[in-house]
């Protein structure tokens, strides 16, 4: 079939089901390595193809994309929800499609929900304890960490992501939702969430939960002076993206009791290099940016990436494209 559409799916280990749907309507290439595939290798590659398929991992430069139009590439498909891997400024001025998954969110608030309570409750540093031979006796202190119960929760930023956080925080008994934002929104006043500005909800909250996107106002938004902001009693929590944050800041602040813990899936960069500093800090749990990894969200995602290639290939209204 001569007509039909061509597909370079950028790797070899996503979820077959959406791999299957693209067989089905599409001519499919798939790169056959577990790295991402090289820009000089993706240049060649894309000549003679429709779409890309790509993971939220591959950066997809001005010069791929530039390339892209020229090659006649009429959409690009990335498996994840945010979009600052690709440069968005450059695709505006092209005519190629982009789509991505934004319809999955839950995966990842249940992990935000995993980590504070991993890290509030020092489950980790618990059970590290008594993998060496410490736990030796009860006292009236004994690992003390600290409850939701009654606590006051700020988000930064309150998308779908902080919006579903909420909703599973609230049924622990928690006092009060803060968030901070470029404006107010109707779902916060349904949850009853006060709208605030960023500093007062540092000073504010007994959790800070960052859940904003990475764009060019939020990168390296969190610096020493906004840790000093809030409690020593405060846990930051971040699974968004690790570029938010000032790290060398975040460590610090750890070190020196500015604030009393951090919860993070995500880092700058990644993967975290062994001696970074962040690593070995009791106070700071870390994991390795697994925010959407179940089985099943990872399944839907690629069944999405896979229609919003099919639906722009076949003149179909795509599921989940992002209007530039």
Request: charged share 25%; with cysteine.
């Amino acid at each position: 079939m001569a007509n039909r559409p061509k597909v370079l799916v950028c790797r070899p280990d996503f979820p077959e089901g959406g791999i299957k749907l693209l067989r089905d309507r599409c001519d499919v290439e798939i790169y056959n390595s577990e790295n991402e595939i090289p820009d000089e290798v993706l240049l060649k590659k894309m000549v003679g193809k429709d779409a890309l398929f790509v993971s939220g991992r591959k950066r997809i430069t001005k010069e791929v994309i530039e390339s892209a139009a020229k090659n006649g590439v009429k959409v690009i498909c990335s498996m994840s929800i945010g979009l600052d891997h690709i440069d968005l400024e450059a695709l505006k001025r092209t005519s190629i499609k982009l789509g991505h998954t934004p319809q999955v969110f839950e995966s990842t608030a249940e992990h935000t929900v995993a980590l504070l309570l991993a890290t509030s409750r020092r489950v980790v540093e618990g059970h590290q304890l008594i993998l060496r031979g410490e736990w030796k006796m009860w006292t009236p202190t004994f690992m003390c960490g600290r409850g939701l119960y009654k606590s006051i929760v700020g988000f930064v930023g309150f998308g779908r992501i902080g919006q579903s956080v909420a909703k599973k925080l609230i049924t622990f008994g928690i006092s009060k939702i803060l968030y901070s934002g470029p404006r107010r929104k109707l779902e916060g006043d349904q949850l009853g969430a006060e709208y605030i500005d960023l500093d007062n909800l540092l000073r504010q909250s007994d959790f800070v939960i960052v859940a904003c996107p990475l764009t060019p106002e939020t990168e390296g938004m969190f610096t020493a002076e906004k840790f000093s902001l809030m409690k020593r009693s405060a846990i930051f929590i971040n699974t968004t993206r690790g570029a938010i944050v000032d790290h060398e800041a975040l460590v610090h602040a750890l070190k020196n009791k500015i604030i009393a813990a951090a919860g993070l899936d995500v880092m700058d960069p990644e993967p975290l290099p062994i001696d970074h500093p962040l690593i070995g800090l009791d106070n700071c749990v870390l994991t390795p940016h697994i925010g959407s990894a179940t089985y099943g969200t990872r399944d839907v995602m690629c069944i999405i990436t896979a229609k919003n290639i099919i639906a722009a290939l076949h003149g179909e209204k795509m599921p989940a494209e992002y209007i530039l």
